[in-house]
């Protein structure tokens, strides 16, 4: 197997959690945004769960890659595609964004996303249940089964079956 760096335990959320993330066209950005990276050997994606108002992530990124720009990149691009379609789409939606910065006129994600490695088998499958069992969770309700929210890769590690085309099961990749 090649070198990849630590697995991390990723998490973004919207500016003053706002529930921009509700309306599917906003996932898919950052669905794809996900394939991208992949695509372009910058990680490897184990886990994702995209909820209304945060994402939660379980990456690595490989060789050569540093986090802090990957994430920086991820975090730009989904934020700039975001904008771009509530300019074109729902303009008075878009002001409930806009702040009073030097350099942009609109925040979609709040800064400082938090990030951390997993260091332990046993860290790296808490954040699985945690990363998968977020939609199900009483507070949000999304889903009856965790398996069952279609923005996440719970159905992924319960069936094999990989709908989106860039996940890569922790245990096949680690032994």
């Known amino acids: 197997m090649e070198d990849i760096n630590p697995i991390t335990f990723y998490t973004a959320t919207i ?6 993330l509700k309306n599917d066209r906003y996932k898919q950005i950052i669905i794809e945004s ?11 994606i184990f886990a994702f769960v ?8 379980r990456w690595s990124m490989m060789p050569g890659m540093k986090q802090e720009n990957v994430q920086r990149n991820f975090m730009k691009f989904t934020a700039q595609q975001m904008k771009f379609d509530l300019m074109k789409n729902d303009k008075e ?18 800064r400082l996303p938090r990030s951390f490695e997993c260091y332990s088998r046993k860290m790296v499958s808490q954040k699985l249940n945690y ?4 939609p199900y969770h009483e507070k ?13 890769s719970a159905k992924f590690y319960m069936t094999g079956q990989d709908d989106w085309g860039f996940l890569t ?3 096949d990749y680690y032994g």
């Open 131 to 134: 990363i998968h069992n977020n």
């Open 169 to 171: 099961n922790y245990a």
């Open 140 to 152: 949000w309700k999304l889903a009856v089964t965790p398996e069952d929210y279609k923005f996440s």
């Open 34 to 44: 996900l394939r991208f990276c992949m695509t372009e050997n910058r990680t490897k």
């Open 93 to 110: 939606y878009l002001q409930k964004f806009k702040v009073t910065a030097v350099d942009r006129q609109y925040q979609i994600w709040e």
């Open 15 to 20: 500016l003053e959690w706002k529930h921009l």
């Open 50 to 57: 995209i909820m209304p108002n945060h994402i939660h992530l």
